[in-house]
Nanobody
Framework: QVQFVESGGGLVQPGGSLRLSCAASGFTLDSYAMGWFRQAPGKEREGVSCISSRALYTYYADSVKGRFTISRDNAKRTVYLQMNVLKPEDTAVYYC??????????????????WGQGTQVTVSS
């Protein structure tokens, strides 16, 4: 059974940092690109970042470029999202999901599968 479990969310002050993790089970992680998405209250889910299967290519939404860093450890079957200089507008539930490639499919979500349950990130003073 394929399962992704996100963790690492929480409450942080503006300017703070968090590192999200996405742990995969029942899944050959190194065969797939992985994406992070987020959904804020009342808004549609949006693509945050994507990383190719071997971590050769990374992609970021303009809103997080320079602040967020995506990485992966295929041996640990885990994908990470390091989030720095967090802003209140980063508040959302963050999800990870798998796809065959970032280049043509991200930031859309239609070609992503095996979504996790999400982890809440709240940026507030």
């Amino acid at each position: 059974q394929v399962q992704f479990v996100e963790s690492g969310g929480g409450l942080v002050q503006p300017g703070g940092s968090l590192r999200l993790s996405c742990a995969a089970s029942g899944f050959t992680l190194d065969s797939y690109a992985m994406g992070w998405f987020r959904q804020a209250p009342g808004k549609e889910r949006e693509g945050v970042s994507c990383i190719s299967s071997r971590a050769l290519y990374t992609y970021y939404a303009d809103s997080v470029k320079g602040r967020f860093t995506i990485s992966r450890d295929n041996a640990k079957r885990t994908v990470y999202l390091q989030m720095n200089v967090l802003k209140p507008e980063d508040t959302a539930v963050y999800y990870c999901a798998a796809t065959s490639q970032c280049r043509n499919y991200w930031p859309g979500e239609n070609r992503f599968n095996y979504w996790g349950q999400g982890t809440q990130v709240t940026v507030s003073s």
